[in-house]
């Protein structure tokens, strides 16, 4: 069992930045892909971006590329989004999700054991 808790949100302007983490339960973190979705009010959760266990490989929607970052550091069993540049359109609950798996990156959310409670992020316009 994994327990993920994840923290950063808040209200922050367009143009802004914000770094949310996810704090994993267990000895076997690095063991875990680790990712973050979104889901906003009325929509489906959607794929935001994945790391695998060790960090080497990393996977992102288009629509954040080059603008949000993974990153993970295991030994403190935390995984961290970056964003910048933030858009109105980046209004969400973000959870953290958990897979068994050393080397995949997987994008579907049935793909992950695992989930966090989530945390708001809002960008004003």
């Known amino acids: 069992q994994v327990q993920l808790v994840e923290s950063g949100g808040g209200l922050v302007q367009t143009g802004g930045s914000l770094r949310l983490s996810c704090v994993g339960s267990?000895?076997?973190?690095?063991?875990?892909?680790m990712a973050w979705f979104r889901q906003a009010p009325g929509k489906e959760r959607e794929f935001v971006a994945a790391?695998?266990?060790?960090?080497?490989?990393?996977a992102y929607v288009d629509s954040v590329r080059g603008r949000f970052s993974i990153s993970r550091d295991n030994a403190k069993n935390t995984v961290y989004l970056q964003m910048n540049s933030l858009k109105p359109e980046d209004t969400a609950v973000y959870y953290c999700?958990?897979?068994?798996?050393?080397?995949?990156?997987?994008?579907?959310?049935?793909?992950?054991?695992?989930w966090g409670q989530g945390t708001q992020v809002t960008v004003s316009s």
């Open positions: 999700a958990a897979k068994r798996s050393l080397i995949d990156v997987p994008r579907a959310a049935r793909e992950y054991d695992y």
């Open positions: 790391s695998s266990g060790s960090g080497s490989s990393t």
């Open positions: 267990g000895r076997t973190f690095s063991w875990n892909a």
